[in-house]
Nanobody, 127 residues
Framework: QEHLVESGGGSVQAGGSLRLSCAASQAAISSSCMTWFRQSPGTEREAVAL?????????YYSNPVKGRFTISLDKAKNTLNLQMDNLEPDDTATYYC???????????????????WGQGAQVTVSS
């Protein structure tokens, strides 16, 4: 069973926008943490946006994407979204949604903690 299925992504020029969506199974959406990671060839997978599934919590954004990316969770549709605006060539990567438990009360930025993963969506930004 696929617990997280991604859609969206594609190619865009610098300054443009893209939206990623991640349809989640009931098991995945019941996780405490839902996070978007990205990975470029030769680099480690890094967390770019994270949110707790409990209400009234503040999302986390990595410094490179802060102010440009917005993570959101639509619980009615069991869907995690990532709106990406003002894209830059350095945003080019494969993007993965992930779901997992808290560690010591917090959502981790480490990919090893997450037990549900999407298949990945390619985002390419040209200058």
């Amino acid at each position: 069973q696929e617990h997280l299925v991604e859609s969206g992504g594609g190619s865009v020029q610098a300054g443009g926008s893209l939206r990623l969506s991640c349809a989640a199974s009931q098991a995945a959406i019941s996780s405490s943490c839902m996070t978007w990671f990205r990975q470029s060839p030769g680099t480690e997978r890094e967390a770019v946006a994270l949110m707790y599934t409990l209400p009234n919590t503040t999302p986390y954004y990595s410094n490179p994407v802060k102010g440009r990316f917005t993570i959101s969770l639509d619980k009615a549709k069991n869907t995690l979204n990532l709106q990406m605006d003002n894209l830059e060539p350095d945003d080019t990567a494969t993007y993965y949604c992930a779901a997992g438990p808290k560690t010591r009360g917090y959502c981790s930025l480490s990919p090893v903690i997450y037990n549900y993963w999407g298949q990945g969506a390619q985002v390419t930004v040209s200058s």
